[in-house]
């Protein structure tokens, strides 16, 4: 017997495809949207882009910009108990357009960190 292989995109084929309308890329809209620090971001991971996607876990977050690095965006995302820090560029976030502040997120970008 062959050993199972857990990698990082375990458990994904479903979470990670396009549906058939979705496919080929998405509009400039999303790339075009000027993010500041402390915006809340949605977390939808862009098949896409694999390489500066985050983890599957963090898919349908909610988290709060904290820092600009180049091209990339850190977000503070709260998870259980612990806040984590989330590196990912533009192709993986989406503005959050729900209630201003969500229940579960962080209220200040240097809260316990």
């Known amino acids: 017997m062959v050993k ?3 990698g990082y995109r375990y458990k994904s084929r479903k979470l990670l495809r396009k ?5 080929g890329f998405r509009g400039l809209g ?3 949207y000027e993010y500041k620090v402390g915006d809340l ?3 939808d991971i862009s ?3 694999i390489k500066t996607a985050p983890h599957r876990r963090y898919q349908g977050k909610v988290g709060k910009i904290i820092e600009i690095r180049g091209r990339a965006y850190i977000i503070a995302v709260k998870v259980g108990g612990k806040i984590k820090k ?9 503005p ?3 209630a201003q502040q969500p229940l ?3 209220s200040s970008p240097n809260s316990s960190m």
């Not at 549906?19 to 496919?23: A, G, I, N, V």
């Open 19 to 23: 549906r058939l309308r979705e496919k």
């Open 4 to 6: 199972r292989t857990h």
């Open 47 to 49: 098949p896409n882009y």
């Open 86 to 94: 989330i590196i990912t560029t533009k192709d993986h976030i989406m």
């Open 30 to 32: 999303r790339l075009l």
């Open 41 to 43: 971001v949605h977390i």
């Open 104 to 106: 579960g997120t962080i």
């Open 96 to 98: 959050y357009k729900g």
